[in-house]
């Protein structure tokens, strides 16, 4: 499977998933042959992921595992030994570590520059970002030295996201797509649709076709054995570049679906 950064270009998102499904979802997608597996302090399923990565049979060195540090977590007292308890439970350190929402502006040099002392201490292999803008994923960028190589965020046909897209490639940051179907609300457009039938794949394989072939990572979340295969026969074709801007031209600024009270007023910063 292609890698963009080393991370690979189709994951298994495991959020709001808990307990025996949160363990099944995982293992199926390891049995399947995903590699990528995305999770966080906040979704409170670390320990069951851990216990899937374990049990799987696959060396850890071929897996690539995610984790991210909970807002509340940031603090000079919190964050170090939050990402020890992460580590534990997953069973070792996480290939990439992310901040999961940008710390308040008094806090965002501090919370960064303790993220770089986890890699330096050796509690992750690499560093991000998560739900950071352009301007923030910048100076996340410089303050840690030009560590950071990823930046996961809302990503979907319904969000125009080509500024930070764009940003991000000047960067060299990979942008990683969460919500990619955008809870099914992406599949519903006219052109998605006529796309599908025209060239028979379901809806869902047109839209994570269209974020990974701009060198976007997809990381859907499915419980469905049958739906994470349709995920992964999603790489196995390509959109024209007429099919791929009729899907751009989709996407508005006030798209979002996932904005939580605390980032009010911030996604212009």
Not at 6 to 12: A, K, N, Q, T
Not at 120 to 140: C, D, E, L, W, Y
Not at 222 to 246: Q, Y
């Amino acid at each position: 499977m292609k890698t963009l950064n080393g991370i690979p270009i189709l994951g298994c998102g495991t959020f709001p998933l808990k307990g025996e499904e949160a363990y099944r979802t995982v293992r199926t997608a390891i049995d399947l042959g995903i590699r990528h597996i995305d999770t966080a302090q906040m979704y409170g399923n670390e320990a069951d992921v851990g216990r899937a990565l374990r049990d799987c049979g696959v060396p850890r060195e071929d897996l690539y595992v995610v984790t991210k540090v909970d807002p509340g977590n940031l603090s000079a007292d919190r964050f170090a030994a939050s990402v020890t308890r992460s580590m534990d439970d997953l069973g070792g350190p996480p290939d990439l570590l992310l901040i999961h929402w940008p710390p308040a502006a008094e806090e965002f040099d501090g919370a960064v520059e303790r993220l770089v002392l986890e890699m330096q201490k050796g509690m992750t292999r690499h560093i991000g970002v998560s739900n950071f803008t352009p301007n923030m994923m910048r100076r996340a960028y410089e303050r840690a030295g030009g560590k950071i190589i990823n930046n996961q965020v809302e990503f979907h046909p319904l969000l125009d996201q080509s500024a930070l897209l764009a940003e991000a490639r000047k960067l060299g940051v990979v942008l990683s797509a969460y919500s990619p179907l955008g809870r099914g609300a992406a599949l519903k457009p006219d052109s998605i649709q006529d796309i599908a039938r025209r060239i028979g794949r379901p809806p869902s394989e047109v839209v994570l076709r269209w974020i990974t072939q701009q060198d976007v990572v997809a990381m859907p979340m499915t419980t469905k054995r049958e739906n994470a295969l349709s995920n992964l026969a999603s790489l196995e074709f390509e959109l024209s570049p007429g099919d791929m801007a009729a899907i751009s031209r989709i996407g508005r600024p006030e798209g979002r679906l996932i904005n939580p009270g605390w980032m009010a007023g911030r996604w212009s910063e």
